[in-house]
């Protein structure tokens, strides 16, 4: 149990520090003569795999952009709010590994959060900088550690889903 914790609590920093060391690329990039949205496309060629650009942006909301805004109450309650939740989860992880139960999707929400913490104090709003687009559609710009968030949240919710299906089992 002790090495499977350890592994994956190594998975999860690295995964942190490649976001952070992916954020400075996008600051590098951004910040060079080069317009940063021209930098780099990839484009599949497929019309159901999205093309991929980056562009450099300062989320000053949450997810999305969800309560983005300029107005620096706005972004202090924000910012306020979002330390509070990632607070409560680590009070969580904590109780989970002290039970013995996994905290891997719990330790990448939290560490993404934390990397997005960290960018609304050193750079006045969280860098976005991954582009998709489905054809005409675009979907909104992320980072890393979004991806860590959303996938985190996933297995919370599979595991959830699957320890209610073993209960109503036993139950039977």
């Not at 996008?26 to 940063?36: Q, V």
């Not at 000053?60 to 607070?87: E, H, K």
């Amino acid at each position: 149990m002790f090495k499977r914790a350890k592994f994956l609590g190594i998975v999860t920093l690295f995964f942190f520090v490649i976001d952070r060391i992916s954020k400075s690329w996008a600051l590098h990039l951004g910040a060079s003569t080069i317009p940063f949205y021209n930098a780099k496309t990839v484009t599949s060629g497929f019309s159901w795999i999205p093309d991929i650009y980056f562009r450099l942006v300062f989320n000053r909301g949450m997810s999305w952009g969800l309560l983005n805004s300029q107005i620096n109450y706005i972004f202090i309650a924000v910012t306020i709010l979002v330390g509070a939740i990632t607070l409560w989860l680590l009070r969580y992880i904590i109780f989970k590994y002290r039970t013995g139960l996994s905290t891997f999707p719990e330790s990448l929400v939290f560490l993404g959060s934390l990397s997005n913490i960290a960018d609304r104090f050193f750079y006045g709003g969280v860098i976005d900088f991954i582009a998709l687009d489905f054809g005409s559609w675009s979907f909104p710009l992320f980072n890393l550690a979004d991806c860590g968030i959303v996938f985190g949240i996933f297995l919370m919710f599979v595991n959830f889903q699957l320890d209610g299906y073993v209960k109503s089992n036993d139950d039977a």
